[in-house]
């Protein structure tokens, strides 16, 4: 037996999602308004959780049950109090102090994490012997590879004119690079389609009870 709480929210969600699909015919109130909905929802949410699973445990909890060994997380809470001044117009500029600690370290931390995924591990990926693997696929696999990483490397070298002989690596890394982009857009079509496929099951199985 289903509740009167979950049949009224089967009912919402319906709605909304009925709201957002609406803009595929132009855009209208029902749309802006279930956007809106969903906006304010989501920064509500992520609101509490920041409090109550980041804010109170790791700031809160440990100033006030041993102040003396966390005194330094003081520097954190006047930042955060500091970026908050941003509300106010006269106050604005002293928000700017921590949003620019906060953009240069963001900034430092995903060099870091960057130069290791994408620069050292592909290099690593790359400086094995193509033909030490058994299988023909694996020998193929592994020749492109090398190909499409120094040719996709060469077409970005700029310093000397590509012409001639010299410019077959940069053509064939045009081709691994089309195909790098399209895979990466089939993969997001893929993701938007599995979301659409996700919709649809709730509204004809969960609201309408037309599939099981």
Same mark, same amino acid.
């Given at each position: ?19 957002i ?31 109550y699973?980041? !804010? &109170? ?6 100033? $006030? /049950? ?6 330094? +997380? %003081? #520097?954190p ?49 790359? !400086? &094995? ?6 299988? $023909? /696929?694996?020998?193929?696999g592994n020749?492109? +590879? %090398? #190909? ?18 010299s410019?077959?690596?940069?053509k064939?890394?045009?081709w ?21 496929i ?14 099981k």
């Amino acid at each position: 037996m289903i509740s009167t709480m979950t049949t009224i929210g089967i009912w919402l969600a319906a709605f909304f999602t009925l709201c957002i699909f609406s803009f595929l015919y132009k855009d209208n109130p029902f749309y802006k308004f279930s956007e809106q909905v969903f906006v304010g929802l989501s920064a509500a949410y992520w609101l509490v959780y920041i409090i109550y699973s980041i !804010m &109170i445990p790791n700031l809160f909890s440990k100033l $006030i /049950g041993d102040f003396s060994n966390n005194v330094i +997380l %003081i #520097i954190p809470a006047a930042l955060g109090v500091m970026m908050l001044m941003r509300i106010f117009p006269k106050t604005q500029w002293i928000s700017r102090y921590p949003i620019s600690i906060m953009v240069g370290t963001t900034a430092g931390i995903s060099m870091l994490r960057y130069m290791k995924s994408d620069i050292l591990q592909q290099v690593t990926a790359t !400086m &094995i012997n193509p033909f030490a693997a058994d299988s $023909i /696929g694996v020998i193929i696999g592994n020749l492109l +590879l %090398i #190909i499409g990483t120094i040719c996709g490397i060469y077409f970005f070298y700029f310093s000397k004119k590509q012409e001639g002989l010299s410019a077959v690596p940069s053509k064939i890394g045009i081709w691994f690079l089309m195909v790098s982009f399209g895979a990466t857009f089939g993969y997001t079509v893929m993701a938007r389609i599995s979301l659409l496929i996700g919709r649809l099951d709730f509204l004809l199985g969960d609201w309408l009870h037309l599939i099981k």
